[in-house]
């Protein structure tokens, strides 16, 4: 199975770019990564994945280097409400009729906001 | 369309007792997976259920079961409650396992005197 690692925490400059760098150098060429949230002990909120091409949405960018053994996550323009412990995770593409695959979560990166 | 709701909120239990947890997925979604969440051990994987069978497993003890219903609503049970079992229980769906993106309920957090 593959392993995440994160910083375990950033500070980031209210309105600058926010960068969390994920580590996943044992990544299968099938496997995606993802990134969730989490603020205060709610539940993980989804922000994007990626298989090996860059993406980006309304709420982040993810960059994904070329031998996917590293991906970054950009939040453009940090606000307070970003504030929040983020995980980078591997999901095994698996199928249904598989055996079992555990699904590992990084450690987190906790982001601080600064005003 | 509701979200991923998980029942009850809060639970305070005993040693030696058991608990039963709710989850109801997103409408449509079939894939529910279970996670455990402790400040020391933070968010871990326990199983993941898709059309009513189990298809992973994290590393728990047997006294942490789950089952899935055909309507996907999933239920996990633990038994023999131990203090280490006091944890914030996250419930995730997809639409099919693996592949697909999850979204979480608020969870249940559960507390074991």
């Known amino acids: 199975d593959a392993k995440t690692t994160q910083p375990p925490s950033m500070d980031c400059a209210e309105g600058r770019a926010a960068n969390l760098p994920c580590n996943h150098s044992?990544?299968?060429?099938?496997?995606?990564v993802y990134w969730y949230r989490q603020i205060h002990s709610q539940g993980p909120q989804y922000i994007i994945h990626?298989?090996?091409n860059n993406e980006t949405n309304e709420m982040a960018s993810l960059i994904i280097t070329e031998d996917r053994k590293s991906s970054t996550l950009i939040l453009p323009h940090a606000t307070l409400r970003d504030t929040a412990v983020y995980y980078c995770i591997v999901r095994p593409s698996g199928s249904p009729s598989g055996g079992y695959q555990k699904v590992t979560f990084g450690i987190g990166t906790k982001l601080q906001v600064i005003p | 369309k509701a979200g991923v709701t998980q029942t009850p909120r809060y639970l305070i239990k005993t040693r030696g007792q058991q608990v039963t947890l709710s989850c109801s997925p997103i409408s449509g979604h079939r894939s529910v997976s279970w996670y455990q969440q402790t400040p020391g051990q933070g968010l871990q994987f326990l199983f993941e259920?898709?059309?009513?069978?189990?298809?992973n497993k994290g590393n728990f003890p047997g006294r942490f079961s789950g089952r899935q219903f055909s309507n996907s609503r999933s239920e996990m049970n633990v038994s023999t409650l131990e203090l280490g079992d006091s944890a914030l229980y996250l419930c995730?769906?997809?639409?099919?396992?693996?592949?697909?993106?999850?979204?979480f309920g608020p969870g249940t957090r559960l507390l074991v005197l």
């Open positions: 259920y898709f059309s009513e069978t189990q298809r």
């Open positions: 995730a769906s997809s639409l099919v396992p693996s592949k697909e993106t999850q979204y």
């Open positions: 990626g298989l090996k």
């Open positions: 044992t990544i299968s060429g099938n496997e995606y």
